[in-house]
């Protein structure tokens, strides 16, 4: 459960991929009662039926957050999550979807102001039972290197 | 509760607050069972009392997603969301700290496909109880313009 | 989020109408364990089949707090609730009905002790998605005066 | 678990009493949770330490939730509930408070329009662990006659 | 709620039996969040469609816990629960079965260390609404005897 | 995720050992919730003060379920869970306490009736913080054969 990993160990290109988890009313609802966000858009079947998508959509933030914990595998004590960039909602995911994420280390790169560190990138990308995209976003991980930099 | 607000009403500067909130152990348990996120970082007050941080720790996930429903306020239907960046978990929260939510227009610019929309960027701001940030991201609204614009 | 209004400034007949939120098998599940009523009237669908009303029917105390909920509005620290008048089952409410609340200012008056304060009485209505009414209470709210009263 | 029982059975000063529960800051979460009302006085520790009560409350609604939950005994298909009267809020209640609640009949009367059944009020008086009481509300319980009323 | 009852007083063929509960899916999304368990088995319909059982089922220890919950009735303080034999999955339960559970004291017998206590076995049945078994345990109670025996 | 293991690929006194999860008030709550046990042992601080633990304990379905769950890895879908035997809790859990799960190939049998199949015990002991064993049980595995034995 605990995997020591370099800065150095990530290769770009690596990829995993979760298995699937099917999005339920329950979610929705427990998701409303943990943010506070009970926009008729989630809680509302009568006006969501008035609306494009005609029926209720799942939070934005509960599919972010199911996705990310999915996609927790093994633990690098090496490393630490500092953020998120490009978190895009591509397509809305209804009440009996289910997704399922897929992970590829996209880029590593040096950090700004740590030589002992890199961030490395993992691109998420969360799909529905269709395969099509339905979320994206990129995770930065701060991962100790084997070998400080000496180039920042 | 629905209220209409074309892209030309923001203004940059703009600001709002929220009332604070506890994040209580409920809401850490809730959410890992929400997502499915059980790393002892969150989960084994043992553990934590060996790392540096000391007490167990919320999901950045949960801090997220609570901010971020902290400051739904009246609907806008001109108007939808459809993502976030630089999201950055800047501190940690712990059991009984209490939060609130800074939302600044910080910048208004042209959607690189629509003329009739244009991005209004919402930058969100989380503080503890000591006035420390914990965690800051911006949020994109895509907002109708009332007159398309001919420059892109 | 916060208002302050004094008991002159409510005035008779003033209305407010929340937004629709479908009440859930969720909720109902939900409801049954945070209460322990776990009557087979709520939770088990072969007895309900058997029954005048057919299928499983939404606790009284669901309604009704998921109703008040619903009503909660700015924060007036002028004053506070102290109970409830009246409140009365009328139909039942069934998994996937949606639910809104109509709130009326219904009658004023003078509180027994207190000269300082008056009591507003706000009517709440609950309709169901046919508009029929469901639950239906009156609200007692103890309002600070601008100026006490010498009548009592 | 059934136990049919007839508005003659029923006597006036009949009394019974629940085993306690203790009202947990989860309660509270779940509550608001489940009711969408987020206000500070049940969620907001920091602002809490600022009122005149000093620390966190229980919503009004959980507590006549819980309260109704515990009372509920063996199943009567001859009665039916059709509402409260007189629900007052007495004594805030805090987290870590136990509450049970007594439970006593108060009245019996004439339904106005039927003969058939008879009113019988359930006096509900709600204690915490010093015995002081917190809410009190009248049940009002409709339960068929052995033999019709001729009188109304 | 309370009610003394010594292993002279349990009758090896005494029955009873509970109400019905329907397992929802909420039962099932709540549990996987208690145990941590989502394995597929449980939540994800779509790679349940490719199994032999077609749809998602309930963990086993979901079934088992809301059996034995049910089968709670008055709280006798001269015993006390010391373990299960033989719990056997037998069946299936899908989203919307309704289980109910039947109660058999099958067994008394001496306990190897204590000649104050006697081991009352309760055969635990849980059936479906097809009256199909679908689950079976051993509940052992250690009950105080009236009278010690001398037999060990 | 999915790891195809034969009954041949189990070695008795092959071990694993889960990561440690802090029981919190949070569980018993939900646990209460979920199956509707609200006994004061579980539920009433006040009353457990009087008692010999002097404190809530858990539910011991609560404790089982929550094991179990922590002992979830990789899936072997030439195995199935088909129940438990000598299920015992050994000493109470108090709210706070830390649990983890030591899981050993304790024995491998035929099973009576299937020749392609036999049947893998894993032994599972639940420890606190303080290494005390808490609960105990034998977790039966239907594992699949390479090879069909003809003992039977």
Redesign the interface.
Known sequence: ?FQDRYFEDYQIGEQRQ?????I????I????????????HH?????CKTQDFGQ?IA????I???A???T?GA?NQLAF?????????IKPVFI?D?IHVRVTISDKREHAKRTDHGVVVEKCEVFN?HDELVLVCEHLLLARRRTPTTSI
């Not at 979760?18 to 099917?22: D, P, S, V, Y």
């Not at 609802?29 to 008729?40: L, S």
């Open positions: 459960m979760t298995m699937g988890r099917t339920t009313e329950t979610d609802v427990i998701h409303a009662g943990q943010t506070g966000d009970f926009y008729p809680m509302d079947r009568e006006w209720r939070h934005g933030t509960l972010f957050s199911v990310i914990g999915m927790a633990i999550s500092y953020g998120y960039d490009r978190l895009r909602f009996n289910t039972q």
